[in-house]
């Protein structure tokens, strides 16, 4: 999401069962605040609305590679009356859980206002 950072971790398996893959990014690189560690730690923090493609090469200890490219969308935080967004969401933005801590209301966007008088009514409205 837009101002948070985006840490995810990219994976892999060699076929032949190699104990070492090493991880870097081909082509040109789609924003320059975009990092990918050799161990596979890819980190961004989109400051706009936006969606990058980046290629993501994995190399064994004999030099075969493999290819692949990964499509990452920035978006506004969808989380209303001050909940926090997660580091990421996964396929689509239904899959988003919002945290609420101390904001008076709950549900995945924090859009449920939450009944601080159940089961005792508030006497005065």
């Known amino acids: 999401f837009i101002d948070n950072q985006l840490l995810f971790t990219v994976k892999a398996e060699d076929p ?37 493609t980046v290629d993501v090469m994995a190399i064994d200890e004999c030099c075969a590679s493999s290819t692949t490219s990964l499509t990452v969308m920035a978006r506004d935080c969808p989380c209303q009356h001050g909940g926090s967004c997660p580091s990421f969401a996964l396929d689509s933005l239904s899959n988003i859980n919002c945290t609420c801590n101390d904001t008076g209301f709950t549900g995945p966007l924090c859009d449920v206002d939450v009944d601080e008088c159940p089961g005792n009514p508030c006497v005065h409205g």
């Open 16 to 52: 032949e069962n190699g104990p070492v893959l090493t991880f870097s990014l081909t082509g040109a690189l789609p924003h320059p605040d975009l990092s990918l560690s050799s161990d596979g730690q890819l980190k961004w923090t989109p400051t706009q609305i936006s969606t990058i």
